[in-house]
């Protein structure tokens, strides 16, 4: 395994000459429309890459230790040492690598996955009940994010109930199209949608239904792509359902690649190294040959890693494209910079340079879910879960643009009840997105992207004026009193987004009243049905104490059912299979 040797010696210094190398030329614009293939050895080896194959990959998980299941065979013959790097590549590295790099490195054992449960998932309670009264106004910061629910099917598929924390029903909601109506211009990017339909689970309240469909960009609008792939090849990714896995995902994304796009890689275990320099979409069996180069071994330098790729990406930045970051791990980072909340820091910083940064995870056991969310939440980027190929095949073919392609930033919903309609509110989801009122106007606030084509769904649970209340009325308390003419609403929408690139933000506001109001869930439009069911199973499996005992698994299985549609690419059909799988006949808080 000279090639691969040879790549993970590259340091930060050789990244100058590495762009140098990679920078285009007339040659290179000459070159045919496409050179693509399979993978072979012979093909490979011909670009300077050697493959790897899965009883490497397995022997070199830690050094004298076998990963329980390995077949007992001679160990690789010994792997010469690779040459020293031409002269030219010694530029000095950037101060951020080189922050990064020099942080200590104290190797740690490489876990194997299933030996022992580490899974680590970000704590905190469901969104409380708010009296409209007293604090009639929520602000969040929306979320496209769908690892969640690609994480709990995992979980249920495998015969286990997801934790508590794993389940963050925003994400769930979000993972399904509920063919909003499209805007038509790129300059007013959202259209909304409304819908009051009353609460399965709760007698006498009812659930507000509020959408956003993004404006989906031609193909002639789409911006060049300058991505960095950053893979963890540390011992930890040595399983199928890891790095073999991430290989096979991300082949789908290089399917996806026009001739003006430009990827660079950069891999890491116990160091981090370039492992391809930028390039062309035109290019793609030299991008395949490199992934297929990549074996697991070592401790996981995923903060040098990062900033490694950083680098690259701004060393190539390209103000005309999108210029993005791809993290794949299992976040399990055990050498150099490891904290989170330094990493979050690191990760904030970076954005602000215009380079984004995408997350996606892999695997079981030592799956760090915490740093997967601080990672993509503050690095302007989107995050998910990959648990087999079909998920590899959605997020990187079929929302392909919704993931790369930014048609606002620092999207923002706020939304203000009307005291004289409505007594109580709570927001259902988005526990880690929540912002201060104040947020709203602040154009300093960071918040979500929406990507080309995206829509975005959230769920209130009112309690109607003279409804039953969670709180006894004060007594001393003076009703509220709704403005003049404006009885009738119920709320009222506020949306605040920036076009990419801009610095201030635009407004769009509506009314939400009795024009959209349903008096039977069965008469509600079927995406509020259907988001409202799996609204219900993900409060379900988090035991959340909003729920009435006689709402139980079979009647989110009903619900769903009524709601299914048409269901072209039998998303809704998995879903009702796994709420019947979770329910097994037996009855929520019981």
């Known amino acids: 395994m000279l090639a691969i040797r040879r790549f993970r010696a590259l340091t930060a210094g050789a990244l100058c000459a590495l762009i140098a ?31 790897a194959n899965t009883q490497d990959s397995a022997l070199t998980v830690t050094a004298g230790r076998r990963p329980s299941g390995a077949s007992s065979m001679a160990a690789p013959a010994p792997i010469p040492p690779p040459p020293p790097p031409p002269p030219q590549m010694v530029a000095k590295p950037s101060p951020v690598v080189s922050e990064m790099i020099a942080a200590p490195k104290t190797a740690q054992p490489t876990p194997v996955a299933g030996d022992i449960e580490t899974e680590r998932y970000p704590g905190g309670e469901s969104n409380p ?14 979320d496209v994010d769908t690892a969640a629910y690609a994480n709990v099917r995992r979980f249920i ?90 290989q096979k995902a991300m082949n789908v994304l290089i399917d996806q690649l026009r001739p003006g796009d430009r990827v660079a890689m950069v891999a890491y275990a116990g160091s981090a190294g370039a492992v391809l320099a930028p390039t062309s979409g035109r290019e793609k069996l030299k991008m395949r040959c490199a992934l297929g ?64 940064l995408s997350v996606y995870g892999f695997g079981r056991g030592n799956y760090n879910d915490t740093m997967m969310q601080t990672l993509a939440q503050n690095g302007n980027g989107t995050a998910g879960y990959i648990d087999t190929l079909e998920e590899g095949r959605k997020l990187f073919r079929d929302d392909f643009s919704g993931s790369v392609f930014p048609i606002a930033d620092d999207v923002k919903i706020q939304v203000e009840f009307n005291p004289a309609t409505v007594s109580e509110y709570r927001l259902i989801g988005y526990e880690t997105r929540m912002l201060k009122r104040e947020d709203f106007n602040n154009d300093q606030v960071d918040a979500g992207e929406v990507g080309s084509g995206a829509s975005v769904t959230a769920l209130y649970e009112i309690t109607p004026v003279g409804g039953p209340a969670s709180v006894d009325p004060l007594r001393y308390g003076k009703p509220g009193a709704a403005p003049a003419g404006r009885s009738g609403e119920l709320a009222y929408l506020k949306i605040r987004y920036k076009l990419p690139g801009q610095k201030t933000s635009r407004l769009m506001q509506q009314p939400i009243g009795a024009s959209v109001t349903y008096t039977g869930l069965d ?44 269901d072209e690419d039998g998303l809704r059909a998995e879903f009702i299979r796994l709420v019947r799988s979770a329910g097994e006949g037996r009855r929520i808080n019981e």
């Open 21 to 51: 190398a990679s920078a285009p030329t007339a040659s290179v614009t000459a070159r045919p429309a496409s050179m693509d293939g399979q993978p072979t050895d012979a093909a490979c080896e011909k670009l300077g890459f050697v493959q």
């Open 129 to 142: 009940i708010h009296q409209v009264a007293e604090d009639p106004v929520s602000t969040f910061s929306i």
């Open 157 to 246: 598929t495998d015969g286990r109930s997801p934790p508590r924390d794993a389940v963050r029903v925003e994400e769930m909601i979000n993972y399904f199209d509920y063919g909003y109506a499209r805007p038509t211009d790129a300059a007013e990017p959202f259209k909304a949608f409304t819908a009051v339909a009353p609460s399965p689970w709760a007698p006498g309240k009812q659930i507000i239904h509020i959408g956003l469909q993004g404006y989906e960009l031609a193909q002639a609008e789409q911006p060049p792509l300058n991505l960095v792939f950053l893979v963890d090849t540390s011992g930890s990714m040595w399983s199928e359902d890891k790095l073999p896995l991430a």
């Open 293 to 356: 180069a990549l074996r697991s071994g070592g401790s996981t330098a995923g903060g040098a890693g990062l900033a490694l790729a950083y680098d690259l990406a701004k060393q190539n930045f390209d103000p005309k494209a999108v210029n993005r970051v791809i993290l794949l791990t299992d976040g399990d980072f055990n050498v150099g910079v490891a904290d989170p909340s330094k990493l979050k820091d690191f990760v904030a910083d970076q954005r602000k340079t215009g380079v984004y």
């Open 523 to 566: 008469q509600a439009p079927e995406s509020t049905r259907w988001a409202i069911a799996v609204a219900g199973f993900g409060q379900a499996l988090r035991g959340d104490p909003w729920l009435s005992p006689r709402f139980d698994w079979e009647r989110i299985e009903g619900l769903a059912q009524g709601a299914r549609g048409k």
